[in-house]
């Protein structure tokens, strides 16, 4: 019998209707073995996320301002929860520890924490499944960083006598047994990591969309469904900017080679994309999806023969280190290089860091340019197919799109062009038409 591992999102489990939906589509494939749970997101635009009302009791808390009335609003979503599912099922016990923990100090990864914790505490009940708390599975060392040894170990035994498991998705135990918190994609990360423990045979994501979009729908109207897409396309688009999933988030299923379906929570019936390992389809387009950013800054930095230098270049990210600047790309010619930054670690460091160029690697000239938007073009069928730079940089030339700077992964599975931030709707518009109609 094969094994489905699914992790519903917090649009998913935002109220009681949407838990009955949720249970007809675990019931309906006896496979569903493992369920990840976020907490409750919005149910509508005026709503506010759990985790975002938790983060917020605790630094009233913390603040020794009263946080009643912010935690009575998640008691309520809860209890509105329980209610519309048609549960007998008290809480009261939960909510009265959890205001004691926040009025003793309770550290704030446990507080929001909480969230994801009564709601699979919560569906567990509702569907009849056996409760399994994510700080048993998932562990930290003493860095913070998670320990695979002791995590996989932990999942296989609670494969063994569990048949059937709820688990919260999005944080996990330190070796004191504190609760610590995944950053941003918490809740994918812990279904990819929980997949692979279990060795699923699927590891289906459960959102509010019928798939990943070849483009971002706010930006072009009506994108094409992509119905394949390979694990590196996808942490190529997502790292790009696409928001499906987080490009972390996917590391531990395509270690072990198990495909991720998304799925719609709200259409089940209607096909969702298939994430693989690989795939050998005919007939594919040049491009698979096209994505982007903005708020970039480009550093440029000329220096005739600096290939003669040999430690120019560990000067150079070493000014970076030491001012905790992360480098986004560096494309170089024989006399100059870019150093392609985000905008968020030059904040007040713009002087510093050209000082400091100049005092280490002595250039000819820096410059730097702002207001950079980088946008990604991705696609496997790139790799065989002639003429898909050329295609580009006419498209773009044809909407009147100044190109900034061109960077070209090795794999040749990607091309990332630079535009000034005013073209960026207008440049991917112009790329998607170009390939997709």
């Keep these: 019998m094969s094994i489905i591992v699914s992790k519903f999102g917090g649009t998913s489990l935002a109220n009681g209707r949407q838990f009955l939906r949720v249970k007809d589509i675990i019931l309906s494939n006896e496979d569903r073995k493992y369920i990840v ?38 008691f309520d979503k809860y209890k509105d929860i329980i209610k519309n599912a048609n549960l007998d099922l008290d809480l009261s016990e939960y909510f009265n520890q959890l205001k004691i923990d926040l009025e003793s100090g309770k550290d704030r990864d446990f507080i929001a924490s909480r969230g994801e914790y ?23 060392d003493e860095n913070g960083n998670f320990d695979e040894k002791k995590s996989y170990n932990a999942i296989e035994n609670m494969k063994k006598n569990h048949k059937n498991a709820v688990i919260p998705g999005f944080y996990g135990s330190m070796p004191k047994g504190n609760i610590k918190t995944f950053s941003r994609g918490g809740g994918d990360l812990t279904g990819s990591i929980i997949s692979r423990g279990v060795k699923t045979d699927l590891y289906e994501n459960w959102t509010d969309i019928s798939g990943f979009m070849s483009a971002d729908p706010r930006i072009v109207k009506n994108p094409n469904k992509i119905e394949v897409i390979t694990y590196k396309e996808l942490r190529e688009l997502s790292y790009a900017g696409a928001s499906v999933l987080h490009e972390e988030a996917i590391i531990p299923v395509t270690v072990a080679g198990i495909p991720i379906e998304i799925k719609n929570t709200f ?159 207008k440049a991917i518009n112009s790329i998607y038409d170009s390939f997709m109609n």
């Excluded at 506010?48 to 009263?66: E, G, M, P, Q, R």
């Design 37 to 74: 749970a976020s907490a409750p997101g919005k149910s509508n635009s005026e709503d506010t996320k759990v985790t975002d009302l938790l983060y917020l009791s605790y630094d009233l808390a913390k603040h020794k301002i009263t946080f009643i009335d912010t935690l009575e609003k998640v």
């Design 118 to 140: 009564l709601n699979a505490y919560i569906l567990a009940n509702l569907i009849g499944y056996d409760f399994v708390d994510a700080k048993d599975l998932i562990f930290f």
């Design 267 to 425: 259409k089940p019936e209607e096909k969702g994309t298939l994430i693989v390992e690989d795939t050998f389809e005919k007939g594919l387009s040049e491009i698979t999806g096209v994505s982007g950013k903005k708020h970039f800054s480009v550093i440029n930095i000329e220096k005739v023969q600096m290939n003669k230098d040999k430690s120019f270049h560990r000067k150079l990210m070493s000014v970076l280190e030491v001012n905790g600047i992360y480098l986004e790309h560096m494309p170089s010619s024989i006399d100059s290089l870019s150093l392609i930054v985000a905008d968020k670690y030059l904040t007040g460091k713009i002087d510093t860091l050209e000082t400091e160029i100049k005092t280490l690697v002595n250039p000819d000239k820096i410059s730097i340019k702002s207001n950079i938007a980088l946008i990604t073009v991705v696609g496997r069928g790139m790799i065989n197919s002639v003429g898909t730079s050329a295609k580009l940089f006419t498209a773009l030339a044809a909407a009147g799109v100044n190109i900034n700077m061109i960077v070209q992964g090795a794999s040749e599975l990607n091309i990332i062009v630079g535009v000034e931030e005013k073209d960026y709707e």
